[in-house]
Structure formats: C-alpha cells, structure tokens
C-alpha cells in the first residue's frame, strides 16, 4: 500500500485557537505530520506573537515577525471576533467539521465563550481538545497565567542553569513553552488514537508548570529520593566526570566522557595517570572536579580545537565544538536532515526556515506551507465549511 505523500494526519482537521508559544508549537507539530490546521485569529491583531520583535522582516506597511514564523508553518489563517454572532457560529461549524481543538487560553475563558467541554463534545462527540495552561487548569493556582520566563523560575530551572547558585539563568530557548507544546502534540496524538477504539474525543491538559517539571530526570529523584537539591554546575555535569566545556588553544571544546573504558583512552590522550586515586572512578571524578578541569585544560591548551577533536574523534571519544546558530544552520549535517526547509511566503517570497526534528523513511510531508498573513485564507476557509454543511 502505498504512503501518503501528506503526512500521517491527512484528513485530521486541527482548530488552532492558542498563541504566542505552547499552542501554536503543538499545532505547528500535527501541521508537519500533515494535519489541515485551521488557525483563528482575531481581526486586526492576530496572534500576540505577530506583534514580538524585532527582528521584523518584509514591507514596511505588514512586516512580519520572525518570532511567529518559528511555529506557524503549515497553517491557514482565518479572522473572527469570537464573541460575536459570526464568531460562535464559525467556531461551533469548524468544531462540528473538526478533529481536535487547541487552546491555551486562561481558565474559563472557553467557558465564558459559551464553548464548555460539555458544549464542545455535544456538539462533536469525537472532538479531541488540548488545553494547554499554565500552572494547571486546578489546584491552588489553577487559574494563574504563566509566561515561560516564570515557568522556568517557578519551576525550578532556573535554580539549576548558569554558572552558581548565586546566578540563576533563563535558558535562551522559550523551553517551556516548546516542551509544553510538544507534550500536547504527544497527549493529542494518544487521544486520537483512543479514538478509534472508542469512537469520542477526550480533553487533554498539559501546562508550562508540568513540562518543565517532567524534564527534571535525574535532578528530580536526587530531591524526591536521596533528599538533595540541585544547583547550579556551570558547563560541567553535576553526576559526570569529565563532561563538560574545557579550554583550548583560542577556544574551547566539548568532552563527554561517560564510562571507565571511555576514560582510560582520554586519560591517556591528555596525559594523566588513571591510578590517581582523585580519579580513580567517577565519583572520585566528580568530588575532584576542579583538579581534573585543571589538569586536562593544562594538556589542551597546547593545542587548538581542531587538533583536539580530529584526536577525540579517531579515539572514540565523544567531543564537539559550541557553535553558533549560523554555524548550524549553515552545517551540511544539519541540512542533510531536514532541519531547514524551504517556503513560499505570500509577502516575504521564498525564505527558509527551521525545519520539523521528525522524519519518516517513507511517506510524510514532502512540501511546507509557510506561516499564513493574518486572515489570508478567509474566504477559503468559508468556502469549505459551506461545502461541509451542505
């Protein structure tokens, strides 16, 4: 049988009523695997994110926001003020019409819409909603906005990013909104396959609050098992040894040094005795890390990256470069994957992108869409819910 060229969600419909991040992240990950995503705007402004700059690019008339080009492929774009009579009426036919509805609206905000869950599954029992938060939608603090910035202090990022503990650093990715995004894609494509057993929809929650706590990994059960709190470790890991950024030669480079076999080779390579009871295991490593950064970095020094990792890389020893987003952009590897794709904007013509991080050995999208202007596919988008309602 052959694959759809479209993507494993052909046919699905998404209702895209989120912005800024978290939502639109999820939408833009069912769009790649080839979802109609039907995302509605209000008029005039849009997504708030169309509005987040500089950079701007384009006419000076319309310019665009580079910021609500980095989630937004793969969409269309239709104006309405959801209050209004148009409105209800539009949302409650593309709903009827629907597979999935995402939203990250407040708490009670669909709700005075007059759009409750009970509204939504009357009117499309089979409807899947997403509604991403962002401290929950109950608790204590359900009802709390939450921009990524806070998630990641008030979840406890923060506390274990930057150089000390007296320095606490937001990452330069908006990571939980990202990460909340990609757990409502992951929850919205669990429920759709329920569906197919049972025949109905289901609500999906997730918020900035939880994805950031559901990648704490092994800083989680070092508090909620062996009673410690995690802080801040620089570039260097906190459980592993050596791992981490060194000094070179006019730079600097990476080396990940994960098991005993691993670090007998590089031990010979920068020249230090594996007898050295200070680095006789990796625990010894860890409560010596200082020595050892300054006995490695005195052997580096003497050389420059490139000599460092060509030696690395024969010997098996995983290290790297910290390079610089054009850098990766430009890389050959990164392109070879699929991480930059090309689209034909309706204002900017063709530019490039940021590529989907999935791929499918056969089948799959084999074209993106580009971000949608606002309200670009009114009329289309009508055109097809009349033909739907017959």
């Known amino acids: 049988m052959a694959q759809s060229t479209a993507g494993p969600l052909e046919n699905i419909v998404v209702v895209d009523l989120s912005r800024a991040l978290a939502g639109p992240q999820a939408t833009m990950m069912l769009g790649d695997m080839g979802a109609r995503v039907i995302k509605v705007e209000a008029p005039g402004r849009g997504d708030e994110s169309r509005g987040w700059g500089p950079p701007f690019v384009g006419p000076e008339v319309s310019p665009e926001s580079t910021y609500f080009l980095s989630c937004n492929r793969?969409?269309?774009?239709?104006t309405v003020n959801l209050k209004s009579p148009d409105g209800m009426d539009l949302l409650t036919q593309l709903v009827r019409h629907g597979d999935v509805l995402v939203e990250n609206f407040r708490p009670g905000v669909m709700e005075r819409l007059g759009f409750t869950v009970e509204r939504?599954?009357?009117?499309?029992?089979?409807?899947?909603?997403?509604s991403i938060s962002g401290f929950g939608h109950d608790g204590p603090q359900g009802g709390r906005p939450g921009y990524d910035q806070i998630a990641q202090g008030e979840a406890g990022l923060m506390s274990l990013t930057g150089p000390d503990a007296d320095s606490p650093t937001r990452l330069g990715v908006p990571i939980a909104d990202v990460l909340a995004g990609m757990n409502g894609a992951y929850g919205v494509l669990s429920a759709l396959y329920e569906r197919e057993?049972?025949?109905?929809?289901?609500?999906?929650?997730t918020s900035l609050l939880a994805s950031i706590v559901g990648v704490h990994a092994f800083q989680g059960t070092r508090y909620t098992v062996a009673g410690e709190v995690g802080r801040p470790t620089g570039n260097h890991h906190v459980a592993i040894a050596p791992y981490g950024l060194f000094r070179c030669e006019g730079g600097a480079i990476q080396v990940a040094?994960?098991?005993e076999a691993q670090w007998a080779t590089f031990a010979e390579i920068v020249g230090?005795?594996?007898a050295d009871p200070r680095y006789a295991g990796n625990a010894e490593r860890v409560a010596h890390r200082d020595d050892l950064v300054g006995d490695i970095e005195k052997t580096l020094l003497q050389r420059p990256a490139a000599h460092w990792l060509a030696r690395l890389d024969s010997a098996g020893i995983p290290a790297g470069e910290v390079r610089t987003l054009d850098q990766v952009y430009d890389c050959p590897q990164t392109r070879s994957q699929g991480l930059?794709?090309?689209?034909?904007?309706?204002?900017?013509?063709?530019?490039?992108?940021p590529g989907p991080a999935v791929r499918f050995d056969d089948g799959g999208r084999l074209r993106h869409a580009a971000p949608p202007?606002?309200?670009e596919h009114n009329s289309t988008v009508r055109a097809w819910l009349r033909e739907q309602e017959g």
């Open 120 to 130: 939504l599954h009357e009117i499309n029992p089979r409807l899947v909603i997403l």
């Open 257 to 259: 040094v994960a098991n």
């Open 74 to 78: 793969n969409k269309e774009s239709v």
């Open 272 to 274: 230090l005795d594996t």
């Open 373 to 375: 202007r606002l309200g």
């Open 340 to 353: 930059v794709i090309e689209v034909d904007h309706a204002s900017l013509g063709t530019i490039e992108l």
């Open 197 to 205: 057993r049972t025949g109905r929809g289901k609500v999906v929650r």
